[in-house]
């Protein structure tokens, strides 16, 4: 049985209690109309009895009753006055995972629905569980555009979210055999309980055509004729922020064929034919790109970009015009954020729009471009770097080539007054990349029409600044700013560690709810016993409840008293799964060797998803399936070493995961993680951290202080050094006789017997071509991780690291990084704080 079967097919309902449980006067009597409210939803919206309704009758008429209550607050926010200047947040991707405690936990209802539900014999978080994931996201960038909408919505920035609403998001992962198998994602087939879809609100959007001169009294105008038109529909979601003072509104477009069906073919008696041409338009919003890292290059995707930039300027044009009169005034009331360069083609857009539909002039509507826009880069690596085929652009966007020829004919003729001569200067700073095959470089694009280009941490700033846009920072040194990154701690706090808030809040007050620097006040507290007690109770239960989802989903036994040692992200060579497992082979190789000893019990904890083209990945989890395998029923090693690799791992899954880590493995490639986002999770949740001096691991270093951090291997700037004079793995594996074993071991198929010569290519690829440094970091990384053994030895020392690092990591809250945002960059000022 399926995951979301199994909470269909549950009993919701247990025998009614005969009191609810007593709470706060008025928290009782709202719990009565909240029940009041649930009911009225099950008859009349779902239209089931509370005898004949499943668990996901019961959530859907959960989220309706407290959608209502969001929708009060909304349309209030939008009848008063219209805000100073809006923000607009475009973005492809919004990891959001389930939205029903999130919205409760924001409005204060999480107890008050417990007592309602509880009322009629309902488990509330048998409820929880079934919601599915929205999933319309790969990883990092994804759940930054949903940390950043909470955010923005809690401190107050008016802002909408715009993107696509993808009928399929990220694909599920199943094992089959220990290799990954991807299957395809229906989060809407029960229907969406929080979305308003809108038919009414729908703009054309053109591919492909022409463009026709005409004349317009005596001046030459540009009119493009597109050969082909979709709708895109708008589909609202209210999003509510802390305390439910302000709810801004994330508007995903869906495409629409303007015809439904051919008549003419169907009249032909050609029934497929009908359909095919709306099949293939409605496609643009049909699925998520599932690949992070390696741009797919393929039309739809290029479709997927044009369809949702042109729709949101389309909207928020009207909406500016209808509010304002006048789109010149656009930079003073509109902010536009690209999330990372998939929208990058809205910079051309606007300009078309300013021009052709508007009637401005080149240099207003560039003016007006540049001041509205700025731009975020979330990744240096090459191979992710977006560009388009000039022939590609130009077939599909036949008007937009033509501004983008001369914006870069603009910036071109600029750069050359500045540095006049300066040919290698120019082709490095030129949209147009004529290297290999003439491309559009999106990252170009999006850093010329923007008036502020921001990296997500220091180092990652820096990084840009010396690298990609080296040139490009030279001709404008004030446009790239650093914003590092930060998470809502309303889910990975509150919601995702409700015991561990609990404590806290006991320990310090209330008050960390609303400022998470006031986490600082447990720094005096480091030693506590009583409070360390209170914690370790908490984050057993929190190890219980994950062990069970071992056992359920992996079939492994695990003990909640070993230290969980955390590994979850995408699967990629640049964050270095590969490493780790090296060191799991070389503690099983040293248990082997030494039963006997007092090896210290740990539980090596792997997820993530590999792109499904990516065989390297795949080969990763193939590989930690098989050390599982073997590791996992090895009688010698007396359960003291477990390996799980758990499957599908998303949003809901790290809500478990992360409030049970002991360890956080953020061991990257120095210089190759932007930022990472899920090395804070760890932190605030009070796991300690190993990691290299990459992205955000520097700043958390600096926050937390050296004691109580991990931090091991080559920097950056070393890397690149290592890189240039070439690297010799081979010598680095000579030089240690552990990791020659280790690597023996791998290739020698101890750990798949079943097909001997596996891992043989595997492992001389690493030999021959070590491009992320895994054996020049090993013997630092193992060291490491012997530090590690230490300090778990001594608990109390342990427990003073952990607080230290929930209390010192209130700065890596993402209403801290939305404040950066509003003040240096869209110059709006938050409602509160
Ligand atoms: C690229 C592409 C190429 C085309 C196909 C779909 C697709 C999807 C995503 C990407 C780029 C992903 C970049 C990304 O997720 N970067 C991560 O951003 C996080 C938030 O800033 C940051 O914490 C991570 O370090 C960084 O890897």
Known sequence: MTEAAAATAEPARRPVRAAAPAGAPEAGVDAAKLQKEILAELTYSVGRTPETASTRDWFVATALAVRDRIVDRWIAEHSGPIPQKRVYYLSLEFLIGRMLFDAMNNLGLIETAREALDGLGVDIDAVREAEPDAALGNGGLGRLAACFMDSMASIGVPAYGYGIRYDHGLFRQ??????????????????????????????????GGFVEQINEGGKPK????????????????????????????????????????????????DYVGALA??????????????????????????????????????????????????????PDHVAIQLNDTHPAIAVPELMRQLLDIHGLGWEESWDITVRTFSYTNHTLLPEALESWPVPLMERLLPRHMQIIYLINAYALEAARAKKPSDDALLAS???????????????????????????VSALHTDLMKQTVFRDLHSLHPDRIVNKTNGITFRRWLSQANPEMTKILIDAIGPELLDDPFRLEKLVPLADDTALHERLVAARRRNKETLAKIIAERNDVWVDPDALFDVQIKRIHEYKRQLLNLLETVAIYNAMRAQPMRPWMPRVKIFAGKAAASYRQAKLTIKLANDIARVVNSDPTVRGLLKVAFLPNYNVSLAERIIPAADLSEQISTAGMEASGTGNMKLALNGALTIGTLDGANVEIKEHVGDDNIFIFGLTAQEVEARKRRGFDARAAVESSAMLREVL????????????????????????????????????????????????????????????????NVGWFSSDRTIGEYAKDIWNVTPAEG
């Open 429 to 455: 700073i030129s949209l147009i990349d004529e290297g290999n095959g003439r491309r559009v470089r999106m990252g170009h694009l999006a850093f010329t029409g923007s008036h502020k280009v921001n990296g």
């Open 174 to 207: 199943g094992m089959r055999d220990g290799w990954q198998q991807e299957y395809p994602e229906d989060w809407l087939s029960f229907g969406n309980p929080w979305e308003f879809a809108h038919p009414e609100v729908d703009y054309p959007i053109g591919f």
């Open 277 to 330: 041409d709306r099949v293939r338009i409605e496609s643009i919003s049909k699925v998520l790109y599932p690949s992070d890292e390696t741009p797919a290059g393929q039309e739809l995707r290029l479709r997927q970009e044009f369809f949702f930039a042109s729709a949101s300027l389309q909207d928020l044009l009207r909406r500016h015009i209808e509010e304002r009169g006048d789109v010149r005034s656009l």
């Open 744 to 807: 023996d071991s791998i290739r020698s198929g101890v750990f798949s017997p079943d097909e001997p010569g596996r891992y043989r290519d595997f492992v001389e690829g690493l030999l021959n071509n070590d491009t992320f440094l895994v054996t020049a970091d090993f013997d630092a990384y193992f060291a490491a991780q012997r530090r590690v053994y230490k300090l778990w030895r001594d608990r109390a020392a342990w427990m003073r690291a952990s607080v230290l690092n929930t209390a």
């Open 222 to 269: 540009q009119i493009w004729r597109p050969a082909e038109r979709v709708e895109a529909v708008a589909i609202d979601t209210p999003v509510v922020g802390w305390r439910g003072r302000h709810v801004n509104t994330l508007r995903l477009w869906s495409a629409r064929a303007p015809d439904p069906i051919s008549l003419d073919a169907f009249n032909r008696g």
